[in-house]
């Protein structure tokens, strides 16, 4: 079956360039301190319900970019906080001296203690409800269609994510994973922004 082109009037060797799969890269480091030649231009930051900081890699985004000054912009803007599976957007601040113009705060799910919250709202709790998606994996979900939604609004060419979840709140590595990369690969053949997004893992494991 032919590659379906996403992008009108593409030729197949343009939609080639375009693969989705040549925009994605991984690496192993630090979001708040990566290679200048990457070119990110927003990083998505793994925030927390309150907007208000927290650990991981919440805080070390609240420290590159000005920690007090990030509070009082996110308190002002949203003083509701962001609800989990939605993303707030802010100026990069303190990180700008890294050519960064953008922080995402996504709210992702915590990964529930027991089956009881693994079924949709309303769906019967049983075993059928961990063979799909669980409401955690659509809260997940939702934070990466929001991030790239988002990085179309603010013409983001290069952006960089954490693994949203997969820390503090224990979402299982694996099943995060498959949830950004496939969303990420569905976005990317739909839309020529963001150029390029990169999963940035703090460790081998992640
Ligand atoms: N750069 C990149 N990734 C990082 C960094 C960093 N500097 N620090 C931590 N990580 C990775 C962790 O290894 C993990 O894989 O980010 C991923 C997300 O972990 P957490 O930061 O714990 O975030 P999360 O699981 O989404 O929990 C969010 O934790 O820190 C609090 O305020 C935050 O309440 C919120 C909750």
């Known amino acids: 079956m032919d590659h379906p082109l996403p992008i009108s009037g593409q030729t197949p060797a343009d939609h080639a360039l375009n693969d989705p799969i040549a925009r994605i890269a991984v690496h192993v480091g630090d979001i708040t301190a990566l290679p200048e030649t990457f070119g990110v231009d927003a990083i998505a930051n793994a925030a927390n319900e309150s907007l208000a900081g927290g650990g991981g890699v919440d805080r070390a985004i609240h420290d590159a970019a000005g920690r007090d000054?990030?509070?009082?912009?996110?308190?002002?803007?949203?003083p509701a906080g962001c609800p989990?599976?939605?993303?707030?957007?802010?100026?990069a601040l303190g990180l700008e001296a890294q050519g960064i113009k953008h922080?995402?705060?996504?709210?992702?799910?915590?990964?529930?203690e027991d089956d009881a919250q693994y079924a949709m709202p309303g769906a019967p709790i049983d075993d059928t409800a961990k063979l799909?998606?669980?409401?955690?994996?659509?809260l997940l979900a939702s934070c990466y269609t929001q991030?790239?939604?988002?990085?179309?609004k603010y013409d983001i060419q290069h952006?960089?994510?954490p693994?949203?979840?997969?820390?503090?709140?224990?979402?299982?590595?694996p099943r995060a994973a498959r949830i950004a990369?496939?969303?990420a690969h569905g976005h990317l053949l739909r839309n020529d922004l963001p150029q390029r997004i990169t999963f940035v893992c703090f460790n081998e494991e992640d």
């Open 147 to 152: 991030l790239f939604n988002l990085a179309v």
């Open 69 to 78: 000054e990030l509070i009082a912009y996110n308190r002002e803007q949203y």
């Open 84 to 91: 989990t599976g939605l993303v707030k957007h802010s100026p």
């Open 103 to 112: 922080i995402l705060h996504a709210v992702g799910p915590v990964w529930p």
């Open 132 to 138: 799909g998606y669980t409401y955690a994996d659509t």
């Open 163 to 173: 693994a949203i979840s997969t820390g503090v709140y224990r979402f299982p590595k």
């Open 181 to 183: 990369f496939g969303h």
């Open 159 to 161: 952006l960089a994510i």
